[in-house]
């Protein structure tokens, strides 16, 4: 099959001039590049999409070789055979909300599902006229959106007939490039060839904001912020920010060459660029400031790129058939520490997730068992001074006095370390109101 031809991206790149380069001492030595971790490389041809699985240790690509492939970002291994169906080249892949499903749009026009072990499911879904550009979940997992090179978009209920909710949408955009439904579910943003942005309801399929026109460029990805309020696209040699309510433009992320596709971190607040030249960049989305080093591909152009679900992995495929993986914290390591530590749940090995909370109960409990550890030596080492003091004062020759209340609690029935324990709690600083306290405490520290 040919190479992909991109006609949204300038050539005409000569006059761009890399920034001259200034020298440099001892003093004034520059960081050190970042470097990738891993270069997944086994495809026949170019990689238009793939996706990271929620274990945050696989990535799945799709190519136009027509294959889709399992990677392991620990040992940088391909994990089994390639995966081979009908259809021809892979456009498009999404996944599932519960991460256990994978769509995919083939160069036929229809959209397949595969189990994240490489098995398809029954039913393959028809009703594309020409190629599936871009696809999309619904949040709750209940529907997919399917863009074409024929100008449709259709959205489809989850079931094995995968029968047709909404649409044909008649965009008007001739080729769907870039789909993406909002985190609030309600609303599914399109790219266009014809260089606009459009805005659905995702249950009628009407317009619900007026096309983003003028853009001077195909709209190879769109991207929506968490809060469902902004989009981010790659436009020319600015990612570009908009409005979702208004389509007006917030802010702009200037790039020396022309970009491709853009991603969004789902744990910092950072945005992935990607685009000709290897051209790839941190941004920090609130500060406007790019973070970190440029993590410049060498070879090929990247043409997608993904976060892993953690955060703590950054990826980029494309025209050198290759997925190529990278460390968040290595390309910038002003971003917090804690951001990218991970929790090990259960006993599964591939489990691996951040989850705050859990993190903050270990914490909390940790401190807890060293106050009582603490207590108890306390506790342990009055109690064997008392044995002492009683067993000295029982061979001491002296005038007959009363016992001392300390001394008299041993002739009783009650356990010497109750009593000890009555006198010495080591709860006693620990009461609801101090957890409460410390809870806060923990809360804002971590």
Not at 141 to 146: D, K, L, R, V
Not at 203 to 231: C, N, R
Request: with cysteine; aromatic share 6%.
């Amino acid at each position: 099959m040919p190479p992909l031809v991109m006609p949204t991206i300038e050539e005409n790149v000569s006059s761009v001039s890399e920034p001259l380069a200034m020298p440099t001492t001892e003093e004034t030595q520059p960081p050190k590049k970042p470097t990738p971790k891993h270069r997944f490389k086994g495809h026949d041809n170019q990689i238009l999409d793939f996706v990271f699985l929620h274990d945050n240790i696989h990535v799945v690509s799709g190519s136009l070789d027509g294959k889709m492939r399992k990677w392991n970002c620990d040992t940088g291994l391909l994990v089994g055979e390639p995966w081979s169906g009908e259809g021809g080249a892979i456009h498009a892949l999404a996944l599932s909300p519960d991460g256990k499903t994978i769509a995919c749009g083939r160069e036929d026009g229809s959209v397949q599902r595969w189990d994240t072990d490489g098995k398809m499911i029954e039913g393959v879904w028809t009703g594309h006229k020409e190629l599936v550009r871009s696809l999309s979940w619904s949040p709750n997992g209940n529907h997919i959106a399917s863009g074409s090179e024929d100008g449709t978009i259709l959205i489809r209920k989850v079931v094995e007939s995968g029968e047709i909710e909404a649409g044909p949408i008649e965009t008007g955009q001739v080729g769907v490039l870039a789909l993406a439904y909002s985190p609030s579910g309600d609303k599914i943003a399109s790219g266009g060839k014809n260089q606009t942005i459009c805005i659905w309801d995702s249950k009628t399929g009407e317009l619900v904001v007026e096309p983003i026109e003028g853009l001077g460029h195909y709209v190879w990805s769109v991207v929506w912020s968490s809060d469902s309020t902004k989009l981010y696209t790659a436009l020319g040699h600015f990612a570009r920010v908009f409005d979702s309510n208004s389509g007006t433009e917030l802010h702009n992320f200037k790039h020396i060459y022309p970009l491709i596709s853009v991603a969004l971190s789902p744990k910092h607040n950072v945005l992935a660029c990607v685009g000709i030249r290897g051209i790839a960049r941190l941004w920090d989305t609130k500060s406007h400031q790019p973070l970190g080093q440029p993590f410049n591909q060498e070879e090929g152009i990247p043409l997608c790129v993904a976060f892993s679900p953690d955060g703590k992995y950054v990826a980029y495929g494309g025209t050198d058939n290759t997925i190529t993986l990278w460390v968040v914290k290595e390309i910038a390591p002003e971003l917090p520490v804690r951001d990218f530590t991970t929790i090990f749940l259960s006993d599964k090995l591939h489990s691996r997730k951040l989850v705050s909370s859990h993190r903050r109960r270990l914490v909390l409990k940790l401190l807890l068992q060293i106050l009582l550890l603490n207590q108890g030596v306390m506790i342990t080492a009055t109690f064997l001074s008392l044995i002492i003091l009683r067993h000295y004062l029982a061979h001491l020759v002296v005038p007959r006095i009363p016992p001392h209340p300390l001394l008299a609690v041993f002739g009783t029935s009650t356990s010497h370390f109750d009593i000890v324990r009555q006198q010495v709690s080591p709860l006693h600083c620990i009461n609801a109101q101090n957890v409460a306290s410390l809870d806060a405490a923990r809360d804002h520290s971590l």
